[in-house]
């Protein structure tokens, strides 16, 4: 809960290294999961994260503070910081893994926590945003984990988010089945972002202009191990078998209804009886 | 006085000629062919008994009352607009009148078709994907079309040495996606790729979008099966990196657009694959910062550029109107009056980001650009890309497109545009850029890397002002400043005429001898390219010929 109403908020932005959005999925040689030999690039959901963070700030300057882009992640993984700041984050945090972890949504969350407990220090932050779900495995989880391991609110499958007059709670619209369902979520809370359809984005991802990237080349990433934040991300999961779904096989023309009705009885297919 | 006399019984021959040749008009009138006299002209096929190949030959026919009699054809009759669909060019301006048209299925058929060709004395034209932006491939008259498109098989691949050999009617979007998955690509890029032939881009020479990174194809062109105009097969088809044994006969073939032989397999040096790639644009604020940009981009990035090519505000300001979903890609430089895209490819990311992070650092402290922008992933590749890509189909739906390709000294390319433009407008033609007027918009675009911009000029119509206005104008225009008429587009029909202002009296004499040599029947796409002698004089477009040839 937060104690007097008029302060200033700080934003943190998870966001994940994919395969890019664009690459077509193989298995790789040894059958062990999907060929990374490929281009990666920021989950875009996280992109619409990103995005949704700086509009925030550009719509409410005098409420949002800082906007922290942080990712777990190997190595390369601070290109995808490099775009968040170029993309107008402030600072950004890359938490370190090896490049053979392939860390989990609990995992993550729990490392998200033990990340915002150590930043109560400096300054809270106030909003986590991130994307609904990862390309890559599509778990959709993390967010949620997140909330109720912290106990804050969450708003999942965002595609409005507004904060309040008073800074003390968000009032977020929900992609929901049978519509859209609006929520008001007290502060702090997180949120994860989704696409909506593809006529009507939640935003349209700024691209990243080559002053702001200069810029992002001075914006300072701080460097933690995941033993600074004394969490294990040791995989809970097993996976068992690894294979491509089965090919397309063509289809075939016939000629008139009797050939359609033969080949259906061929393949097994009997009427229905009445 | 005798010579007068014998020159007009050949006018009135020739009037004869013309008049069997075409039935009614079959062309919008502002473009008006000259009826040459050649040795021999197109007829219509004739009803003849069984042709003297002896492979079965398959014809598709189309309506009317000819009939191929004591053949093994597989005939079908189709639609009217299907005929049409091969009868006309890509851009529309082109309309031939043929009523057949041949799919072989192989060399073999191919020959035995030009043979029987030759001996009847049917003019042909060979024809590819039909893609081509100068009226090169589809017929003038009714010479029959000789469509390529059956054969597309690859032949032969060499992983190591990434040597394809292939049929010359695969598509070029189909060979790339074949070399692909070995970690090739094909050396040839351009916005035609998912209809145009490999065949046919070797038939003109087709440069494209990368040549600044892998040459032209008479470099990698490295063999070529045709069939001669005698219906003889032209066995070139080496997979040799180097051959210096004799005269290089498969040079004659690049980019002799259907004149000298029909292209039937190639066989070229395909380049690997690289991973990383980047693309960013630059808003720049005059056609010099292009020109520093491009010095400064060639010292930074050195191998591991594969593409520069600019475009100017209309023509930015056009691709932003048709684009289905226009996106804000600048933040400040949106306006500005000239852009660069610059692309590399490399086998090493971080290698290669490093490179153009320092490219960018410079142009950005140096003021060289004013704004730019660096695609982070797949998605904004493609749609960086497409600020250049699409200008030529935003055009072609802003208004009816007169296209010029021209090379010329690189300080002095975007001269062409700015004369133009006031040259249309002394002529009350052009008002400015999206003012009413005949002509709409003129933008210049292209492969700056190559000293190759694409004038286009949008009229409401293929107005017979506008083209008077414009040609033979634009031709002299670079002609006075030793540029090339054609840079890579060739000379097809729309520019035959105008070879004159390209070649020399003796360099056109040799090409005609060769042409003589190798077609003296003239049977392969006559009324293009590089036309034989005996050129009227009384027409109004001859008179210009005419009259070049006589100013040299």
């Known amino acids: 809960m937060r104690p007097s109403p008029v302060s200033l908020l700080r934003i943190l932005v998870p966001v994940k290294r994919c395969v890019d959005y664009a690459i077509k999925i193989r298995v790789n040689p040894s059958g062990t999961g999907i060929d990374t030999n490929v281009k990666h690039s920021m989950n875009p959901f996280d992109e619409i994260a990103v995005e949704e963070a700086v509009r925030l700030r550009e719509r409410r300057k005098d409420v949002v503070t800082n906007i922290t882009a942080i990712t777990i992640g190997p190595t390369k993984s601070t290109e995808t910081l490099r775009t968040a700041l170029a993309m107008g984050a402030d600072s950004a945090i890359h938490v370190e893994i090896p490049d053979s972890l392939s860390p989990e949504p609990l995992g993550i969350a729990k490392a998200l926590k033990a990340l915002i407990e150590r930043e109560k220090q400096k300054e809270q932050v106030d909003l986590v945003i991130m994307g609904k779900q990862a390309i890559d495995d599509d778990a959709g989880q993390t967010g949620q984990m997140l909330a109720g391991l912290l106990d804050w609110p969450q708003a999942t499958y965002a595609s409005k988010v507004v904060i309040s007059e008073d800074q003390n709670s968000v009032n977020v619209t929900r992609e929901v089945d049978g519509g859209a369902e609006e929520i008001k979520c007290r502060l702090p809370t997180v949120v994860t972002t989704d696409l909506r359809t593809i006529h009507s984005r939640l935003n349209e991802p700024r691209y990243a202009s080559l002053p702001n990237i200069m810029k992002a080349k001075k914006k300072p990433i701080e460097k933690l191990s995941i033993e600074d934040l004394g969490v294990d991300l040791t995989p809970r999961l097993e996976i068992l078998k690894f294979q491509e779904p089965p090919k397309r096989v063509g289809g075939g023309k016939v000629a008139n209804v009797d050939e359609l009705v033969a080949k259906l009885k061929e393949a097994g297919i009997t009427a229905v009886s009445n | ?552």
């Open chain 2, 1 to 552: 006085m005798p010579f007068r006399v014998l020159a007009m019984q050949r006018i009135g021959r020739r009037q004869k000629l013309f008049n069997i040749c075409i039935a009614e008009p079959t062309v919008p009138s502002f473009w008006r062919i000259p009826a040459r006299s050649y040795a021999q002209p197109a007829r219509p096929m004739k009803n003849e008994g069984s042709s003297k190949a002896s492979e079965p030959i398959r014809v598709r026919k189309f309506g009317g009352s000819d009939n191929l009699a004591g053949h093994n054809l597989e005939t079908q009759t189709v639609s009217q607009d299907e005929l049409l669909s091969y009868n006309t060019d890509w851009m529309g301006k082109y309309q031939g009148k043929s009523k057949v048209v041949i799919k072989p299925k192989s060399t073999e058929e191919v020959s035995a078709i030009v043979k029987y060709c030759a001996d009847k004395n049917i003019a042909i034209v060979p024809q590819g994907g039909n893609t081509g932006l100068v009226g090169g491939g589809v017929p003038v008259f009714d010479e029959i079309i000789l469509n390529l498109g059956n054969m597309n098989k690859i032949r032969n691949f060499d992983p190591v040495s990434g040597i394809v050999t292939c049929d010359a009617g695969i598509v070029l979007q189909v060979l790339d996606n074949y070399l692909a998955e070995s970690g090739y690509t094909v050396p040839l890029d351009l916005g035609a790729k998912g209809s145009c032939q490999i065949g046919g881009n070797i038939a003109t020479n087709a440069g494209g979008l990368r040549v600044i990174r892998y040459g032209s194809l008479r470099g990698t062109v490295l063999g070529i099966e045709a069939v001669l105009a005698d219906g003889r097969i032209l066995n070139c088809l080496k997979t040799l990196r180097k051959d210096n044994t004799g005269l290089d006969l498969k040079q004659l073939f690049i980019g002799s657009e259907g004149s000298l032989g029909i292209i039937t397999g190639v066989s070229i040096l395909a380049a690997p694959r690289l991973a990383a790639k980047n693309v960013a644009v630059f808003a720049l604020n005059s056609y010099q910062a292009i020109e520093q940009t491009f010095v400064k981009t060639r010292r930074h990035l050195g191998e591991i550029l594969s593409a520069f090519e600019f475009f100017d505000q209309a023509g930015h300001r056009i691709q932003q109107a048709h684009a289905t979903n226009p996106k804000k890609i600048f933040e400040t430089g949106g306006d500005s009056p000239f852009f660069a895209l610059v692309e590399t490819t490399g086998s090493n990311k971080d290698h290669d980001d490093e490179k153009l992070a320092s490219l960018l650092e410079d142009l950005l402290e140096s003021k060289t650009i004013v704004d730019g922008v660096l695609a982070q992933d797949a998605t904004q590749f493609a749609s960086i890309w497409e600020l250049r890509e699409l200008i030529t189909e935003a055009a072609g739906k802003t208004g009816k497109v007169f296209k010029y390709d021209v090379s010329l000294p690189t300080s002095a390319m975007y001269e062409v545009v700015d004369a133009t433009r006031s040259h249309l407008n002394s002529l009350g033609l052009y008002k400015g850029e999206g003012k009413d007027g005949v002509v709409k918009s003129v933008i210049g675009f292209g492969h700056f890397g190559d000293g190759n911009i694409h004038l286009n000029v949008i009229a409401d119509s293929y107005a017979p002002e506008v083209q008077s206005a414009l040609e033979p104008w634009v031709y002299r225009f670079v002609s006075k400043r030793h540029g090339s008429i054609s840079a890579e587009h060739g000379l097809g029909l729309q520019k035959t005429g105008y070879i004159f202002l390209a070649q020399d009296i003796s360099n056109v004499g040799i090409m005609r001898r060769i042409k003589h040599n190798l077609d003296p029947g003239n049977i392969l796409n006559p009324y293009k390219f590089v036309q034989p002698k005996k050129m009227p004089h009384a027409r109004t477009k001859d008179k210009i010929a005419h009259s070049i040839e006589e100013e040299k």
